[in-house]
């Protein structure tokens, strides 16, 4: 996180802490700060933004009383998880229960992460490349040496990494909530397809194809490999009334 704050200038109107606070507010929506990262500890980081600690104080409070930041004695301040379990929870059991809700899912994954992968290949930073490399890379690994959760965790965190590179603040907080439900729907379709070598080998190469398209910075191809990824499931998963993701 070194580098991640930077200098503050205090606002012609307004006050300051509020300024911080939707600096630090901003670096969250967009993807920059993960939930569970830690915070500085609040005289480094005011020593950073080059503000007092006094404002800085009131900023991370401000930010708790939002439900981005938590705090806890001796512990700092860490970024929240931004998932809320109304939406979530009723979506993992429906999706127990209702092959419908398992649909329905996939329809909206394939809707807003067509789009994600379009803009990530228009907007990426190398930051997020290199995120996107790692998830792409830790997932592989995970697979090849058997270890199934992990990979598919791995897995929902490459298109989480996506969504984040496309830097749309709606769509980046929308994948950060839905994310439990995003990491249960890539369990479940890797279960039911990591069955067959052929399987194996076509998300291998769906996976290689969208992030070589966002690496390459080609957002017709980078929308369309996704849009071949999540039909591949839509028509592979579905007819066979298998859960999916």
Not at 21 to 49: C, F, N, T, W, Y
Not at 64 to 73: A, H, N
Request: hydrophobic letters at 45%; aromatic letters at 2%; glycine letters at 4%.
């Amino acid at each position: 996180m070194e580098g991640a704050f930077k200098p503050m200038t205090a606002p012609a109107d307004g006050r300051l802490c509020d300024a911080i606070a939707e600096e630090i507010e901003r670096q969250i929506v967009e993807g920059r700060l993960h939930a569970g990262d830690s915070l500085p500890a609040e005289r480094e980081l005011a020593k950073q933004m080059e503000v007092s600690r006094a404002s800085m104080r009131e900023a991370l409070l401000i930010l708790v009383s939002r439900e981005l930041l938590s705090v806890r004695r001796n512990a700092g301040y860490t970024v929240a998880e931004v998932a809320a379990p109304s939406l979530t929870d009723p979506l993992l059991r429906l999706m127990d229960t209702q092959p419908k809700a398992v649909a329905d899912v996939l329809e909206l994954r394939q809707g807003v992460e067509t789009m994600g992968a379009e803009l990530a290949a228009q907007r990426a930073t190398a930051e997020d490349l290199a995120d996107i490399r790692e998830a792409l890379q830790r997932m592989e690994a995970a697979q090849e040496n058997g270890r199934a959760e992990e990979a598919a965790d791995w897995d929902a965190r490459l298109h989480l990494a996506i969504a984040e590179a496309s830097h749309n603040v709606a769509l980046v907080t929308m994948m950060r909530g839905l994310f439990t439900v995003l990491r249960e729907h890539v369990r479940r379709a890797r279960a039911a397809m990591l069955v067959s070598q052929e399987g194996e080998d076509a998300l291998r190469e769906q996976h290689h194809a969208l992030v070589e398209a966002i690496l390459a910075g080609d957002p017709e191809t980078a929308m369309a490999a996704a849009e071949r990824h999540l039909q591949y499931l839509r028509e592979g998963l579905l007819p066979k009334h298998t859960d999916a993701a």
